[in-house]
């Protein structure tokens, strides 16, 4: 094995990856998009969970590191999204594995949207199901899909893409999902807390907590029966320790201040500001209603050079460059929050401005 040949050719190709130094620059990379993660009360109710259950779980869920704090949670979880049952995950990374690894044997095939996460599509690897991709968010391109397949399938989608900020049509594709006697699965991990959960019936509903939620974790929602089926079957449910029951108090505290409301409104006001400043500026950013709003510079070293200077003018904007995103399609990806200012907001869409 040449580890140092591989290393040499990423770096050659400007795909070599680096762990950011945690610099003061103003972070527009977090997915921390309602604030939630240094908020008082979540810190506090943080505090209150370790000195009540120690700082971890100690156990996997089902031989003893299920606490009190972890039902509390997924009572509420499955309350807040209207769904009977939900069940805790350690990442939504391992939420997404957990799914299909439950399905296993109940699939005979698989459709994703062509800009799913990374994580859907492991899960769909990790199975043994060929990878079958429709195009995005294209409600023909799936009924096409879907006419050429038989047997039991599973149909899954992000509901806000990671990379482009974008909705998914969830009404037409559980639609047409349904209608074919298929599974529809969404992935809400960037849109849970921030946009209300669109759940169709029959559905299977994922969102992690690590994003607006400010913890760590995920969660799968639905019918009793399927998330008792899951909990049963569910690899990367099973054999994993249980996060920290401190962190599930804490994300308690985040789900009420979610259902406030006002954190979103800061952050849907700083959404419109950066859209109406953006066009103002002649900036070519994706049309976006979420937190996540793409500038596509195209070639991998364009977009690096833009972070770097917006680094060194005080901003933290990570270049996304493939496999992450579709080769010539590297990009700046803007991640807005609530606690941003619009002062933060202008300078930064100016700083890219004189970078073009
Ligand atoms: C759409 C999507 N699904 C799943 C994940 C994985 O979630 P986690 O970071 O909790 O593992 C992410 C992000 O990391 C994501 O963007």
Redesign the pocket.
């Known amino acids: 094995m040449d580890f140092s040949n591989t290393l040499t050719t990423l770096k050659q190709q400007n795909l070599y990856r680096q762990i950011a130094p945690n610099s003061s620059a103003v972070n527009f990379c977090s997915n921390d998009y309602l604030g939630l993660k240094t908020n008082p009360q979540v810190v506090e109710a943080f505090k209150s969970g370790a000195d009540k259950f120690g700082v971890g779980a100690g156990a996997s869920h089902l031989l003893g590191g299920h606490f009190p704090a972890h039902q509390a949670l997924q009572e509420a979880l499955a309350d807040y999204t209207g769904q009977q049952k939900a069940l805790l995950f350690s990442?939504?990374?391992?939420a997404?594995l957990g799914v299909f690894s439950a399905l296993k044997n109940e699939l005979d095939w698989a459709l994703q949207d062509k800009l799913n996460?990374a994580?859907?599509l492991d899960a769909n690897q990790l199975i043994g199901l060929p990878l079958q991709r429709y195009l995005h968010n294209d409600i023909y391109s799936l009924e096409q899909k879907i006419a050429k397949q038989s047997g039991s399938g599973l149909v899954a989608t992000?509901s806000v893409f990671?990379m482009d900020g974008e909705r998914a049509k969830i009404t037409d594709i559980a639609n047409i999902t349904t209608k074919s006697k298929a599974i529809f699965y969404q992935?809400d991990?960037?849109g849970f807390g921030v946009f209300e959960p669109l759940i169709p019936k029959h559905s299977i509903y994922m969102a992690?907590l690590?994003?607006a939620a400010g913890t760590?974790?995920?969660f799968v929602a639905g019918s009793a029966d399927l998330v008792d089926f899951i909990m049963q079957k569910s690899r990367p449910y099973i054999f994993t320790t249980a996060i920290a029951p401190a962190i599930c108090v804490a994300t308690l505290q985040s789900l009420e201040l979610i259902k406030q409301g006002s954190q979103q409104a800061k952050l849907f006001s700083n959404i419109e500001f950066f859209s109406q400043f953006a066009a103002e500026l002649d900036l070519p950013i994706q049309p976006s209603e979420s937190a996540i709003q793409p500038l596509i510079l195209g070639e991998n070293h364009k977009a690096l050079e833009v972070a770097k200077q917006l680094l060194a003018a005080g901003f933290y904007v990570p270049a996304i460059r493939p496999p992450t995103v579709a080769k010539g399609t590297a990009r700046l990806r803007i991640s807005l929050n609530s606690e941003h200012t619009k002062s933060q907001i202008e300078q930064l869409l100016t700083q890219i401005k004189n970078a073009l």
């Open positions: 990442t939504g990374y391992m997404n996460h994580s859907l992000d990671s992935d991990a960037h992690t690590g994003k760590m974790g995920a």
